[in-house]
């Protein structure tokens, strides 16, 4: 098959949605398929090392052809602009996407949910399928979060969500309830499918806690509390520097957040203005050096805003469970999240925002090394039974062959 690709980010973005779709991408071009992939020049969550000036705009990576087109630099903190580049990022995709030729399946990552449409209006175009992957149901988190307000803009979105949901030839989510969303949202039943998003549990692995990332950043014997991700609106990461507040007498405990962001600056000056020492920033790490942050951790945060109601899984999630390390989340308790980790019995869940809870929870681990060692052997288990990469890319061929 030939297979074209629009995804938002991919490598040398470092995020979770450039990683995964690089590695479904990269294993389908293993398995003797064309794979094409429409992209926007690196801008964000780049690892220090990486200069993005010098990411050529047409490349082979893997076996697969890489289209990068350039975006303007817009303010992206301000909500209206953000949406605004999301609207502009599905024309240039559409228009550059309409000049490769000879594909057999569109295959798209969303958000941003206005690259469904593109996606929709391309295959029309070239009388092909369209497969649209939807990681966070939008508009439902931005409105959940207070970023979209406007009756007229919300208005215009569900009715864009809604031409994506029931044009799609197949909607894609990763977790059961993201389906039941999107179904009753006017998706149709039987073309909507869960397939687990993935970890690569060879690259991703439990590995010694005295590391580079442990000498580099002065966390060897101190027990490690990690953050590595975007920290952006959805995280709500301030009640990670609560937390980290309510620990202020532990100075054995240390937190560390790596990654980049929207949110990043202020809870950087925030940390500086309250004094917490027993916070670390660091800047985005290569893909390579990303599972030494985890196997330098004692335990690992996934964090979302209690005001999500539609709260997906994020990556992050299973690339700790793959590093053999405990997971605390704090995020909404009726969310997908707690019924994971409690399933798997790989870590502990605090509703979202609440920061006594969630210094409860660190101590608990800090008090409990055999607690720690067992969700984290669990975890491990749970990835490679039942989030491999393999089972994904197996069903999703199986999706694009049947089309």
């Not at 964090?303 to 405990?326: D, F, N």
């Amino acid at each position: 098959m030939r297979i074209l690709i629009l995804s938002e980010s991919f490598p040398p973005e470092t995020k979770s949605a450039s990683t995964l779709f690089f590695e479904l991408a990269e294993s389908l071009a293993k398995r003797g398929h064309g794979v094409s992939v429409v992209t926007r020049m690196p801008r964000y969550n780049i690892a220090e090392r990486t200069a993005s000036n010098k990411v050529p705009a047409h490349e082979v990576i893997s076996g697969i052809n890489v289209h990068r087109f350039r975006m303007p630099p817009l303010a992206r903190r301000v909500p209206f602009i953000r949406g605004l580049e999301h609207f502009l990022l599905a024309l240039v995709f559409f228009f550059g996407a309409l000049k490769l030729k000879d594909h057999d399946v569109i295959l798209v990552y969303s958000p941003p949910l206005p690259l469904g449409v593109a996606g929709y209006w391309l295959g029309r175009i070239k009388k092909i399928p369209v497969i649209v992957n939807i990681q966070d149901p939008l508009p439902q988190g931005v409105i959940d979060l207070g970023l979209l307000k406007n009756k007229l803009l919300i208005k215009v979105s569900r009715m864009m969500e809604s031409f994506v949901y029931r044009r799609s030839d197949i909607i894609t989510v990763h977790t059961e309830g993201n389906r039941d969303y999107v179904v009753g949202r006017g998706s149709k039943p039987d073309s909507t499918r869960v397939v687990y998003n993935w970890v690569d549990t060879g690259l991703v692995k439990p590995g010694p806690k005295d590391n580079l990332i442990s000498k580099k950043f002065n966390l060897t014997g101190k027990f490690v509390v990690s953050f590595a991700g975007t920290m952006g609106f959805a995280q709500g990461l301030d009640v990670v520097l609560d937390a980290a507040k309510l620990l202020k007498d532990k100075p054995e405990i240390s937190f560390i957040l790596v990654g980049d962001g929207v949110e990043r600056p202020a809870l950087e000056q925030r940390a500086k203005k309250e004094g917490l020492s027993n916070v670390i920033f660091a800047r985005t790490q290569p893909l390579d050096v990303y599972p030494e942050v985890l196997a330098a951790s004692d335990a690992c945060l996934v964090t979302l805003r209690k005001e999500l109601t539609v709260a997906s899984i994020p990556g992050k999630l299973l690339s700790i469970m793959a590093a053999g390390r405990p997971v605390i989340a704090s995020v909404p308790l009726a969310g997908d999240v707690p019924k994971k980790i409690n399933a798997f019995d790989c870590g502990i869940c605090v509703e979202a925002g609440e920061a006594g809870d969630l210094a409860k929870a660190v101590l608990k681990l800090y008090n409990n090394k055999m607690l720690c060692s067992r969700l984290g052997e669990n975890g491990r288990k749970a990835a490679e039974r039942v989030f491999s990469r393999e089972d994904a890319v197996f069903k999703y061929i199986g999706i694009m062959e049947k089309l």
